[in-house]
């Protein structure tokens, strides 16, 4: 009993030791798995961080890639903005006798020189931005002005007959309806019978004094443009024009009356059909006045030349023509009558009163001699008063004028010269009967 206790007593520590045995080398495998795992997370660790600044790398790559890309593209948008521009016809407008605006061209892009020598971009409308930055950058204009415009404000009546003519000989309607509002529009008796009709029904609105617009009225007109006169002073138009500038709402400034020469004045439509896409019309109307302007002083260059009286009266002043009426009478086949003097007054008058053929009036509102005796009984001492002789504006003269020099010429080489021009109708000047 004792020999099988002690058998299965080494029997089971011989189970227990083989027991421990694999106990141990599991461990020990485990142990070793567990190692080679620590050290496959280092290795993948490892690989985690290299594939992470290999991301870094890509993405760097990627951006450095965007921004070739990107300078590329805008080089390549800018040389082909610069071929465009280049391939652009440039050159000026021509202009022949007025000397206080310029204006040149790229393509449908113009620059303007207005009377106070501001810079003036005329830009179409649709102009793609690049390209019109392009222009803004380069000429830093002083105002920007898309056409043809759909809506301007005018100061002047003398500029809206330049705009008047362009729609009258050019049937565009479009020059027409875009006069959206005038200052002193109902103030006037108006010869420029559409316009007429448009501000006495209210289509086209009359903003107020020229000196001191409604400015509220104007800027609910929305204007693309205001075209207005420049002269400084208490009576001025400074103020309007500093007010204008702080409201934001564009002006061009046209001062057409301060030219030397008719001619110079009536160029001016040049000027103001850029902001109706109308240049290439303006520079065939002006042709047009510029020859008959022409073929009337042929007409008159060898006749005998009359002697012309040229002279107001008014509050008891005598006011005589000035250069421009005096060039006027040369033009027009006469003599001036006072050349001599450098101070004409009524004792000069009276002095030549056998030695003059012509009398011109240079006012409106006189329709007989009476109203003239009227004015200066002592002038029925006059020849041309004795002959009937005389003559006066019409009140049409002030307002087209400027716009229709070669009318002008007309009439008073009618005026002057009968035997070779007989009189028409006459819409500047009135024959005092």
Do not use: C
Not at 77 to 93: D, K, M, T
Not at 400 to 422: D, F, G, K, Q, T
């Amino acid at each position: 009993m004792n020999k099988l206790t002690t058998a299965v007593a080494a029997i089971a520590l011989l189970v227990a030791a083989i027991a421990v045995a694999f106990a141990y080398q599991a461990i020990s495998t485990a142990q070793t798995i567990s190692s080679q795992l620590t050290q496959l997370q280092k290795s993948l660790d490892e690989v985690a961080r290299n594939v992470g600044g290999l991301r870094g790398d890509i993405q760097e790559l990627r951006s450095i890639v965007a921004s070739v890309n990107k300078t590329a593209s805008a080089a390549y948008a800018e040389a082909r903005l610069l071929a465009e521009v280049a391939s652009r016809p440039a050159g000026s407008l021509t202009v022949r006798y007025a000397k206080l605006f310029a204006a040149s061209y790229e393509g449908d892009v113009y620059v303007l020189t207005d009377a106070l020598g501001r810079r003036v971009l005329a830009v179409p409308r649709g102009l793609p931005q690049d390209m019109a930055v392009y222009y803004r950058e380069k000429y830093r204009p002083d105002v920007v002005v898309e056409y043809p415009v759909g809506r301007a404000v005018f100061m002047s009546s003398t500029a809206v007959a330049m705009a008047y003519r362009l729609y009258v000989e050019t049937s565009r309607v479009d020059v027409l309806r875009s006069i959206a509002g005038i200052m002193w529009g109902r103030q006037y008796d108006w010869y420029l019978p559409e316009v007429k009709a448009l501000l006495e029904n209210g289509t086209i609105a009359d903003v107020g004094p020229a000196n001191s617009p409604n400015f509220e009225k104007l800027a609910a007109l929305k204007p693309d443009v205001v075209l207005v006169y420049f002269y400084p002073g208490p009576y001025g138009t400074e103020a309007v024009v500093k007010r204008l500038a702080q409201m934001g709402i564009s002006y061009v400034v046209v001062n057409e009356f301060q030219e030397a020469s008719p001619l110079g004045r009536a160029e001016w439509i040049k000027f103001i059909a850029v902001f109706f896409n109308a240049t290439k019309d303006a520079e065939r109307i002006f042709n047009s006045v510029e020859a008959r302007w022409s073929s009337l002083m042929s007409l008159v260059a060898d006749l005998e030349r009359p002697r012309v009286a040229w002279f107001i009266i008014f509050g008891g002043v005598l006011y005589p023509a000035g250069p421009g009426a005096r060039e006027l009478i040369r033009l027009a086949g006469g003599r001036y009558a006072y050349a001599n003097y450098s101070k004409v007054d009524m004792e000069v008058v009276l002095k030549h009163r056998n030695d003059v053929d012509i009398l011109i009036w240079s006012g409106y509102g006189l329709s007989t001699v009476e109203d003239l005796l009227k004015a200066e009984p002592r002038l029925k001492e006059l020849r041309p008063v004795i002959l009937g002789r005389v003559y006066a504006y019409s009140p049409a003269f002030f307002q087209l004028a400027n716009a229709y020099p070669e009318r002008v010429l007309e009439e008073l080489v009618w005026i002057l010269h009968p035997e070779v021009s007989p009189p028409g109708n006459f819409t500047l000047f009135v024959h005092l009967r």
